[in-house]
């Protein structure tokens, strides 16, 4: 690890359907063993079954589902005088909605069926407050939530002059 300068952030291009960043940084986590073209079908055909098969606009069920599953708090472990506390600790922005997106695809995984039509399922439920990706996000603040009489060993950000 590089002491001298700090990691580049990749840009990713835009989907090319919706022309959306957060669309094809979820096709880029669907995606297994390189197979974009096979993630893309999977992705726009869930799309297509939110749309045909609820009658909304899937665009706007997939925003809606990484909202109601990003979490705004999460424990980070911190050792302190020998223990180890779980502290809660507010999420960044990116890293809340990949972790919405990675317990989508995790969710939908679980259920039974061709992958499209789980995954369909999953971002319909999501966006509407149910179902299993939903109840991780619950779990995470729950947990949070318990563990905020440890909220004092939660580091101190720097700031301003020394």
């Given at each position: 690890?590089s002491?001298?300068?700090?990691?580049?952030?990749r840009?990713?291009?835009p989907?090319v359907?919706?022309?959306?960043?957060?669309?094809?940084?979820?096709?880029?986590?669907?995606?297994?063993?390189?197979?974009?073209?096979?993630?893309?079908?999977?992705?726009?055909?869930?799309?297509?079954?939110?749309?045909?098969?609820h009658?909304?606009?899937?665009f706007?069920?997939?925003n809606s589902?990484?909202?109601n599953?990003?979490p705004?708090?999460e424990?980070?472990?911190?050792?302190v005088?020998?223990?180890?506390?779980?502290?809660p600790s507010?999420?960044?922005?990116?890293w809340?909605f990949?972790l919405?997106?990675?317990?989508?695809?995790e969710?939908a995984?679980?259920?039974s069926?061709?992958?499209?039509?789980k995954?369909?399922?999953?971002?319909?439920?999501?966006?509407?407050?149910?179902?299993?990706?939903?109840?991780?996000r619950e779990?995470?603040?729950?947990?949070?939530?318990?563990?905020?009489a440890?909220?004092?060993?939660?580091?101190?950000?720097?700031?301003?002059?020394?």
């Amino acid at each position: 690890m590089s002491r001298r300068h700090a990691a580049e952030k990749r840009v990713v291009l835009p989907d090319v359907k919706y022309n959306s960043v957060l669309v094809a940084k979820f096709v880029n986590n669907v995606m297994t063993q390189g197979r974009k073209e096979k993630a893309e079908c999977i992705v726009y055909g869930a799309f297509d079954i939110v749309k045909n098969k609820h009658r909304v606009d899937p665009f706007e069920a997939f925003n809606s589902a990484l909202n109601n599953v990003r979490p705004h708090l999460e424990v980070v472990s911190v050792r302190v005088g020998g223990a180890n506390y779980q502290v809660p600790s507010p999420v960044d922005e990116r890293w809340g909605f990949a972790l919405a997106s990675r317990w989508i695809i995790e969710a939908a995984k679980k259920r039974s069926g061709a992958m499209v039509s789980k995954l369909a399922e999953e971002i319909f439920e999501a966006s509407n407050n149910r179902g299993p990706s939903v109840k991780k996000r619950e779990d995470t603040h729950k947990m949070a939530e318990a563990n905020k009489a440890f909220s004092h060993f939660a580091p101190k950000k720097s700031g301003g002059a020394r």
